[in-house]
């Protein structure tokens, strides 16, 4: 549940054997902040008990910030990202993790109104189903992140959520594993929000999202969205086709209609039938014009929750479309394309604004104000205006 931009499919990148710890001279300095850090927790209510417990053993982690630094550059393209995320396997084992927790998953749907595929898919993206839950030291990891990170500050609230829930006795310090950054057991919630969301849903007084048993974690993630305003039966998205000459200005989280005015407008499913009526919706782009087109409504912002990436959110609600038994994306994607390094994307910028589409600000993101001096420039060379940054375009303005 942390705020990656840059969507990863977690189970790559964790490791399911333990990170190997250095301890070397030039970070003699940890342990002089963990001496002050203990004074600030304290003055938060973390008792010292608890923190001799979490702070046993603990060492400067260099493999962490390694990683914290070396996050790659490059982004996969939305096609790439679902191919692993909606994969043959991951769909087959979603399928295979719901008939094998269908009476758990029932209860939850039951209790938080998220439908289970839904629940499962957001699992299965986060940890393989389990599998790869991830096996750093949270304290060892948080400590390391706030003492010599990029984000200091968010880290060590974290780290002082970690402690409070040691302190309520959810789990034991060394029991408390996740991924190098710090999310946390099979649906990865950062400590912040597991203190905020996570719910006992076996009753058996500890929030468990690390157990073999997943039912805590699950049911943590249906409360998780159902606080966020999960609506029952509405879809986060439905493939559309878009009609010929389509205002690609239209396209826009802020252009909401509904399903019956986009018919109108000639946005219909892939049938050519009107989306049935699930309350105001947006059309969504995700890779230009030369790719699929959805019309996303309020759940995909509920998922967005989780992780702000479209990219994220669309692997979600695929995969749980295809655990369901629903069908494959059946637009074609633009495949001789690939995605834009962070230079490339600096570089877009500046050029766009040198040719007189400012971008207000070069800082290697594709937002808003990007996507309407793509826009714009598209519109001054007779291409088609839907905003997608691509390979091609940077070409066409070198």
Known sequence: ?????RPKLRPEVLSTTPTPVTQVASHAGFNRWIDGFQR??????????????????????????????????????????????????RIRNGKAALRKHNRTLDAIEARYGVEKEVVVAVWGLES????????NDIVQSLATLAYDGRRGAFFEEQLIAALRILQNGDTSPRNMTGSWAGAMGHTQFIPTSYLAYAVDFTG??????????????????????????????????????LPRGFDYAQASRKVTRSPAQWAQMGVVDMR????????????????????????????????????????YVIGVGHLSDRIKGG???????????????????????????????????????????????VRAYQRSQGLAPDGYASLSLLKRLR
């Not at 995700?286 to 990219?311: C, H, L, S, W």
């Not at 390094?341 to 993101?365: H, I, N, P, W």
């Open 40 to 89: 600030r927790a304290q003055a938060q209510g973390i008792r010292a008990s608890t923190l001799r417990a979490a702070f046993s053993g603990v060492r400067y982690d260099a493999d962490v910030i390694r990683r914290d630094r070396n996050q790659s550059e490059f982004t996969k393209t939305i096609w790439e990202y679902l191919d692993s995320a909606a994969s043959d396997t």
């Open 327 to 373: 069908p494959a994306i059946k637009a074609s994607w633009p495949r001789g394309d690939r995605a834009l390094t962070f230079a490339e994307r600096k570089e877009m910028q500046q050029r766009l604004t040198r040719a007189g589409f400012s971008t207000q600000g070069v800082d290697g993101r594709i937002g808003p104000k990007t996507i309407a001096a």
């Open 204 to 241: 058996d007084g500890r929030r468990d999202i690390w157990a073999d048993d997943p039912s805590d974690a699950l049911a943590s993630t249906a409360a998780y969205l159902k606080r966020f305003g999960w609506v029952k039966g509405q879809p986060w998205g439905v493939e559309v086709q």
């Open 272 to 311: 050519g039938r009107a989306v049935p009526n699930h309350g105001n919706a947006s059309i969504l782009l995700p890779a230009g014009g030369q790719g699929a087109a959805f019309m996303i409504f309020k759940n995909f912002a509920v998922i967005e929750r989780y992780n702000t990436a479209d990219a």
């Open 128 to 135: 393989a189903y389990g599998e790869y839950r991830g096996s």
């Open 1 to 5: 549940m942390a705020s990656a931009l």
